[in-house]
């Protein structure tokens, strides 16, 4: 399940996941608050706290999630994931090497922090690629072709 977390800056989203979280719980709660924060502001600034582990995830949830990245690939201004998995924040810190803005892990005890880096509209996010036609039609494929497998099984 996903729970919108309230009591955040205008300008970011967040969300709370416990338990099983499925495609029904991103295309409810989560895609309906990045599209928001797109119209409003052209960049996303988002926290993710993980009360679950990443393995109650559906494949559904995997996929949604995975096109609302590429939907909205050059509006990642923050993105903070807050998990005590530590193999989840070692994937989040990398994600800022490939990815454009900026991605870091924290842990459940640094939620007050994780909040305040979200938060901040610090003007040194940048995007750390150039993404051509090219490589977002490749990354577009790459998800098409993983939601047509997942869809046969």
């Not at 924060?37 to 993980?50: A, E, G, M, Q, R």
């Not at 109650?56 to 005590?84: C, P, R, Y």
């Amino acid at each position: 399940m996903l729970e919108k977390i309230n009591d955040l800056p205008e300008h970011v989203f967040g969300v709370r996941a416990k338990g099983e979280v499925t495609g029904e719980d991103l295309k409810t709660v989560l895609l309906p608050g990045l599209e928001e924060l797109s119209h409003k502001f052209n960049k996303i600034h988002y926290l993710l706290v993980l009360d679950t582990d990443v393995k109650n995830f559906t494949t559904s949830a995997w996929i949604q999630d995975m096109l609302a990245g590429i939907k909205h690939l050059s509006e990642w201004k923050k993105i903070g994931i807050v998990t005590d998995q530590k193999g989840v924040r070692k994937f989040t810190d990398m994600f800022s090497v490939v990815a454009p803005g900026e991605a870091r892990g924290f842990r459940h005890h640094q939620l007050k922090q994780a909040i305040a880096w979200v938060s901040a509209e610090d003007g040194q996010t940048k995007a750390k690629v150039q993404l051509s036609f090219k490589k977002i039609a490749m990354i577009t494929l790459g998800a098409v072709l993983i939601a047509r497998l997942f869809r046969k099984r």
